[in-house]
């Protein structure tokens, strides 16, 4: 499997930006896809972004589409995820996690590592 | 009505077999894997089911699963008290090009 380990969390005022990163080891980091998701206080488990092996493709909730980007650097074994335009309903532990196989289709995977989770909090 | 739909709760004792269903309301999911976390409140999401019925590495075979049509379910059978979580399916969707999960269900062992 792999480990992941999430930081760049914290507090921030609606409209703000952060930018999550999430840094792996264990794995062969650039033949795995990668995602984040989030869970909102009180609330279930939801899927942000995703990230083909080679970044050739992203996606997005339609939630977070045009405000938030998802990248990686393979060369240095990090997923990335650059949240601008925060609003109070983004507040939420967001978890990077890892495709349980490699080079695969989107869509036909599962997440087999996640990382402890990261608290984001939007609030005035 | 949601894409992914589960009951909020379930429960069963020590021993005793328990389903969890989801029921898949869209049909751009229809032919697409479903799968299924386990999360404990602070902690990292597990991965309990792969593919509809893979099951991972490390999951015992008291877990199992099943999808038919607009169905799956996850049972888990001689159930543990070690087994109280959330459970939550999650299939991509093709027309949101993007991953659902259900709501979740409440596990309690009783």
């Known amino acids: 499997q792999g480990h992941l380990v999430e930081s760049g969390g914290g507090v921030v005022q609606p409209g703000g930006s952060l930018r999550l990163s999430c840094v792996a080891s264990g794995f062969i980091f650039s033949s795995y896809g990668m995602s984040w998701v989030r869970q909102a206080p009180g609330k279930g488990l939801e899927w942000v972004a995703s990230?083909?092996?080679?970044?050739?493709?992203?996606y997005y909730a339609d939630s977070v589409k045009g405000r938030f980007t998802i990248s990686r650097d393979n060369s240095n074994n990090i997923l990335y995820v650059q949240m601008n335009g925060l609003r109070p309903e983004d507040t939420a532990v967001y978890y990077c996690?890892?495709?349980?196989?490699?080079?695969?289709?989107?869509?036909?995977?599962?997440?087999?590592?996640w990382g402890q989770g990261i608290l984001v909090t939007v609030s005035a | 009505q949601s894409v992914l739909s589960q009951p909020p709760s379930a429960s069963g004792t020590p021993g005793q077999r328990v389903t969890i269903s989801c029921s898949i309301g869209?049909?751009?999911?229809?032919?697409?894997?479903v799968f299924w976390y386990q999360h404990l409140p602070g902690t990292a999401p597990k991965a309990v089911m792969y593919?509809?019925?893979q099951r991972p590495s490390g999951v015992p075979d008291r877990f199992s699963a099943s999808k038919s049509g607009t169905s799956a379910s996850l049972a888990i059978s001689g159930l543990r008290s070690e087994d109280e979580a959330d459970y939550y399916c999650a299939a991509w969707d093709d027309s949101l090009s993007g991953w659902v999960f259900g709501g979740g269900t409440k596990l309690t062992v009783l």
């Open positions: 869209s049909s751009s999911i229809g032919n697409n894997y």
């Open positions: 990230i083909r092996y080679d970044g050739s493709n992203q």
């Open positions: 996690a890892k495709d349980d196989l490699p080079v695969a289709g989107i869509g036909l995977t599962g997440f087999d590592s």
């Open positions: 593919r509809n019925n």
